[in-house]
């Protein structure tokens, strides 16, 4: 077994952020539908690192990135550098019945839905223009990959390009069947990639959102009703019964607010507020002295 996976995955600050928004506020329909989009489209891409994670032969593995090149902007949700070739995967984890008609992709009641063949046309010619530019003459083979097993697709152009999931077990074993031999071109053009793939997306859009606004507390993971029984060491959420780790809750509570507000600073004051009130402060002092460094001093110290 010699695969490398160079770049992991992660979920995205913008879905981290709706993640936390959407405990919080209301998110207009639209944002709820976006947030849910990413979410899925997430699903979907550890769902098809499974598959690649059955890979044998030589090879690495890059997820998620993100390239600029002549001013547009290419994301990649996976990329694999084999000896002869390099394998772009756009991943999809469409659910329900599509067809293609002419050049418009189209859920069966007839709505239309943007193409992912065009957007995989766009993103591979813009990767053989960057590896062009940086030096790489390797081959790129582009791949549209649906991995929902409830995904069903009518009229399949003759797309060779287009993996369904009743394929990809079959094509995870063509790919084992090959040779690959990788040398040190290969490893300088991984590592060329991961120093041009940017981390900051330019295709963010999250709605603006106001501290006064959010709704504060700690929400239950399992039914999201404000957590309101302190017990010390844990937490009881009154509707559904279930009970928390207080250190855990307090940090992941924490967390959302730094994902949110990257650039405030943590007092115990604010983790307080932030918590709903639910944390005894002495607590929070403890809680946070074990797992973050404090500075400043006094009421105005805080955590780093
Ligand atoms: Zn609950």
């Given at each position: 077994m010699w695969?490398?996976?160079?770049?992991?995955?992660?979920?995205s600050?913008?879905l981290?952020i709706?993640k936390?928004?959407?405990?919080?506020?209301?998110?207009p329909?639209?944002?709820?539908?976006?947030?849910?989009?990413?979410?899925?489209?997430f699903?979907?891409?550890l769902m098809?690192d499974?598959?690649?994670?059955?890979?044998?032969i030589?090879?690495?593995?890059?997820?998620?990135l993100?390239?600029?090149?002549?001013?547009?902007?290419?994301?990649?949700d996976?990329?694999?550098i084999?000896?002869?070739?390099?394998?772009?995967?756009e991943?999809?984890?469409f659910?329900?019945?599509?067809?293609?008609?002419?050049?418009?992709?189209?859920?069966?009641?007839?709505?239309?839905?943007?193409?992912?063949?065009?957007?995989l046309?766009?993103?591979v010619s813009?990767?053989?223009?960057?590896?062009?530019?940086?030096?790489f003459?390797?081959?790129i083979?582009?791949?549209?990959v649906?991995?929902?097993?409830?995904?069903?697709?009518?009229?399949?152009p003759?797309n060779s390009?287009?993996?369904?999931?009743?394929?990809?077990?079959?094509?995870?074993?063509?790919?084992?069947?090959?040779?690959?031999t990788?040398n040190?071109?290969?490893?300088?053009?991984?590592?060329?990639l991961?120093?041009?793939?940017?981390t900051k997306?330019?295709?963010?859009?999250?709605?603006?959102?106001?501290?006064?606004?959010?709704?504060?507390?700690?929400?239950?993971h399992?039914?999201?009703?404000?957590?309101e029984?302190?017990?010390?060491?844990?937490?009881i959420?009154k509707?559904?019964?279930?009970?928390?780790n207080?250190?855990?809750?307090?940090?992941?509570?924490?967390k959302?607010?730094?994902?949110?507000?990257?650039?405030e600073?943590?007092?115990t004051?604010?983790?307080?507020?932030?918590c709903?009130?639910?944390?005894?402060?002495?607590?929070i002092?403890?809680v946070?002295?074990?797992?973050?460094?404090?500075?400043?001093?006094?009421?105005?110290?805080?955590y780093e």
């Amino acid at each position: 077994m010699w695969i490398m996976f160079t770049k992991n995955r992660y979920e995205s600050e913008e879905l981290r952020i709706l993640k936390a928004l959407n405990k919080r506020m209301d998110l207009p329909d639209k944002e709820k539908q976006y947030f849910s989009n990413l979410q899925k489209g997430f699903e979907g891409e550890l769902m098809f690192d499974g598959y690649l994670q059955r890979i044998v032969i030589q090879s690495y593995i890059l997820n998620d990135l993100l390239f600029e090149h002549n001013h547009s902007h290419f994301q990649i949700d996976s990329l694999m550098i084999s000896q002869y070739l390099t394998y772009l995967f756009e991943v999809k984890n469409f659910e329900g019945e599509y067809y293609f008609d002419g050049d418009t992709f189209k859920k069966i009641n007839g709505n239309e839905v943007k193409n992912p063949l065009l957007q995989l046309e766009r993103n591979v010619s813009l990767l053989r223009q960057f590896f062009i530019s940086i030096g790489f003459k390797t081959p790129i083979e582009a791949y549209l990959v649906f991995v929902n097993p409830d995904f069903t697709l009518y009229q399949a152009p003759l797309n060779s390009r287009i993996i369904l999931p009743t394929n990809l077990n079959r094509f995870i074993h063509q790919m084992n069947n090959q040779k690959s031999t990788l040398n040190i071109q290969h490893s300088r053009l991984s590592e060329k990639l991961l120093s041009s793939h940017l981390t900051k997306s330019p295709f963010t859009k999250i709605l603006p959102y106001e501290y006064a606004q959010l709704r504060k507390g700690v929400f239950c993971h399992s039914c999201g009703t404000v957590m309101e029984e302190y017990h010390g060491r844990e937490i009881i959420c009154k509707s559904c019964a279930v009970k928390e780790n207080t250190k855990n809750a307090m940090l992941s509570c924490v967390k959302e607010f730094n994902v949110l507000y990257p650039q405030e600073k943590l007092s115990t004051n604010i983790i307080y507020e932030w918590c709903g009130g639910l944390f005894p402060k002495k607590t929070i002092r403890q809680v946070m002295k074990e797992n973050f460094i404090i500075s400043g001093y006094g009421q105005w110290s805080y955590y780093e």
